[in-house]
């Protein structure tokens, strides 16, 4: 099993070298890149150069890119949002043309997925309209077609929302599309506030192709370190390798008082899944 960290620790800052370094020292493997133009500009192919240079120099794989889901994030506020489950075919396809466009760092740095959040979560109070299922739909076809030239498979998120809960994605990916190799990312954080988490991992057990890894206590979307909420953690590993899940498992962290302190709690919750593996 490999870990990675999601840039998300650092969301409302710019990204940097020294971010990469900081998440290299604490001996994770691979990161997630969330692309909001405010982190990193990924319109910018002089931004995308660069990442590639550090990631070399440094000896981090780039697992997944986060498609866009806002403007910007700066001082904790966030800029419009994307819905690209949108019936207003104008911001559909605004929110389709930012996840194309993030998927150009990987024209020139080899990713593993687009991970992609199919509408907004029910916590914004979507209106009606703003998480259409076949908007959504035609979004995920259009993405993969931006996506599989590259080698980059797809994976809806589930996220707090009709439309992107455990059942709702595996009905979409088998019965409403066609798209090959596409799968699931199981936000763990999420499907713990959604329901029964063992029960979304045997759900989207054969369409699970990469996860977002986080803990909360059960009502607010928290993003804490594995074991600072309340997820059983021993159980969720239990129930991974049951389902022959061996993918990266990537934090997605925040919820503590520095970026640094999130780093060692997730390395030791890290170490933590790794002993309780391997007794398995």
């Known amino acids: 099993m490999q870990f990675g960290i999601s840039t998300h620790l650092y969301h409302s800052e710019r990204l940097s070298f020294d971010h990469l370094v900081e998440i290299a020292a604490h001996s994770f493997d691979a990161i997630e890149l969330f692309a909001t133009r405010s982190h990193f500009d990924y319109h910018d192919p002089r931004a995308v150069a660069t990442l590639d240079g550090w990631l070399k120099d440094i ?3 780039l697992h997944s890119i986060h498609a866009p889901i806002a403007e910007s994030l700066v001082n904790g ?7 690209n489950a949108s019936a207003d075919r104008t911001a559909r396809e605004r929110a389709v043309a930012e996840a194309v466009a993030a998927l ?6 080899p990713t593993g997925f687009i991970v ?16 259409s299922r076949d908007a959504a739909r035609h979004s995920l076809e259009q993405i993969y077609e931006a996506a599989s030239p590259l080698g980059v498979g797809v994976a809806a998120e589930v ?12 009905h979409m990916l088998e019965e409403e599309v066609e798209l090959p190799g596409a799968g699931i990312c199981l936000d763990l954080g999420h499907a713990q ?10 759900t989207v057990a054969e369409h699970l192709v990469t996860t977002h890894v986080h803990d909360n206590r059960g009502r607010t979307d928290e993003h804490l370190p594995p074991f600072a909420g309340t997820i059983d953690w021993a159980a969720v590993m239990m129930e991974l390798q049951k389902v022959g899940y061996d993918g990266t498992l990537m934090l997605e962290l925040a919820g503590t008082s520095t970026p640094r302190q999130a780093l060692e709690m997730g390395r030791q919750a890290c170490d933590r899944f790794s002993e309780l593996l391997a007794i398995r």
């Open 59 to 61: 000896g981090l794989r």
């Open 77 to 83: 506020r966030w800029g419009g949002a994307f819905s």
């Open 104 to 109: 150009e760092v990987a024209h020139r740095i």
């Open 116 to 131: 992609v959040h199919l509408g907004v979560p029910a916590s914004q109070q979507p209106q009606a309209g703003d998480n």
């Open 159 to 170: 996220i707090p929302n009709d439309l992107s809960a455990p059942t709702s994605l595996v």
């Open 193 to 202: 506030m959604m329901g029964d988490l063992l029960d979304a991992i045997e």
